[in-house]
């Protein structure tokens, strides 16, 4: 088993991060980039704190086209953002909903004179800002005209790709969960519910070294399961049904995101075909994982395979996706969507197949795309579905 990395970063990677912002500023021609959700916070400041949970307060950083970082934060966070490596720290007695943090925050743009007359917020897919939309709207109003430019784009190139300590944690964290879902055939039992079977999993995860997993789901049924994003729950597992665990499990706030098919009892031929299918799927997604590929050239991969196997469809809508400080993060692998490969980009190999009415079979693992090819993250699941006696 490989060593856990040292939490946390140096100093000289938030720098580096910053610097890269920066460079992709100028590009976009804006001043100042805000920061309001806790991945893009975290990804800049290394602020790192489980206070995020509560809605109650807003939490901000500027970057500067030039300079550092600036944190514009409720008082009850000063002390947290001082042990980390932003020194312009300003505060407010949050929650304070007649100004929570808004005549600070303007105060700190407008402090970043520049040229453009431009700010980058994060406005567009996968973005949203975590502040009252009449904040905004009163924030707006203070800026005196300056224009907005969505710098989504820019912080899903910047976050996508990551540096070799961002790895190391993701590297981590899918060789735990690996460890784990290799064992779990010795833990699970029928006749227990799916939510007895997942907790001995947890608390396998929390004994091997990750942090906690903030997302596990389960389904099960005879003959296979009808869904991937609900459970687990009280229902009895039998013989004859086939089991799904998907887990999103943390390692110093990095996430793994894959799955693993069980059968309890000999799986039926249907059930079989399906599994094989999806493995060699994952096959075809890992093998055109290079530099200069793109997203749609690992989704046509999959797909192709898969609907020579048979598929009656695919309701995820997508067959894979970047992974990193969230458990799903842009880019998707869609026929559209096109991103171009680099290394350092992390990612889900995620085909999934209905093979029978109201019946899903999906099968996942982690990469990373290096300089010649990808690397595997996770521990390849076995060609044949554990069986379960």
């Known amino acids: 088993m490989m060593a856990a990395p040292p939490r946390g970063f140096e100093k000289a990677e938030f720098e580096h991060r910053c610097g890269r912002a920066q460079a992709l500023m100028r590009d976009l021609e804006v001043d100042a980039l805000l920061l309001t959700t806790e991945p893009d916070v975290r990804y800049v400041t290394g602020f790192f704190s489980q206070f995020w949970k509560s809605p109650t307060r807003p939490w901000f950083t500027v970057l500067p086209l030039e300079g550092l970082p ?41 402090g970043c004179k520049g040229r453009f007359g431009r700010i980058g ?62 064992a779990l ?50 229902k009895i597992i ?66 192709d395979v898969l609907d020579a196997g048979g598929s009656l469809g695919n309701n995820v809508g997508r067959l894979g996706h970047g992974l990193g400080m969230q458990l799903t993060e842009g880019p998707s692998n869609t026929p559209g969507d096109g ?9 889900t190999i995620e085909p999934g197949m209905t093979f029978a009415p109201d019946k899903l079979m999906v099968h996942e693992e982690n990469i990373v795309i290096t300089e010649d090819g990808n690397q595997l993250l996770t521990r390849r699941a076995p060609p044949e579905m554990p069986i379960i006696v």
């Open 70 to 110: 600036i944190a514009v934060i409720p008082e009850i966070g000063a002390a947290g953002m001082a042990a980390t490596w932003v020194e312009d720290i300003r505060t407010w007695p949050a929650p304070r909903p007649e100004d929570d943090g808004i005549g600070l925050l303007a105060a700190a743009l407008k």
């Open 121 to 182: 917020v994060p406005l567009g897919h996968e973005s949203h800002l975590r502040m009252p939309a009449g904040d905004f709207q009163r924030l707006l109003g203070m800026l005196g005209g300056a224009e907005i430019l969505d710098a989504a784009p820019l912080i899903h190139h910047l976050r996508g790709i990551k540096s070799a300590a961002e790895i190391a944690k993701i590297h981590y964290v899918c060789q735990v969960t690996s460890a784990a879902f290799e």
């Open 238 to 303: 039998d013989p004859g049904d086939i089991l799904i665990i998907d887990t999103g499990t943390v390692y110093d706030g990095y996430y793994c995101d894959f799955d693993r098919n069980f059968a309890f009892g000999p799986p039926g031929d249907a059930v079989r075909r399906a599994h094989h299918v999806v493995t060699k799927a994952t096959d075809a997604g890992i093998a055109v994982a290079r530099p200069g590929a793109t997203t749609s050239d690992l989704w046509k991969a999959m797909a």
């Open 185 to 234: 055939p010795g833990s699970l039992r029928a006749g227990d519910s799916e939510h007895a079977n997942c907790q001995r999993f947890r608390s396998d995860l929390i004994a091997r070294g990750a942090d906690h997993s903030p997302y596990m789901v389960a389904a099960s049924g005879p003959g296979g399961y009808d869904n991937i994003i609900m459970g687990p729950t009280d």
């Open 339 to 347: 991103t171009v490969l680099v290394p350092g980009m992390v990612m």
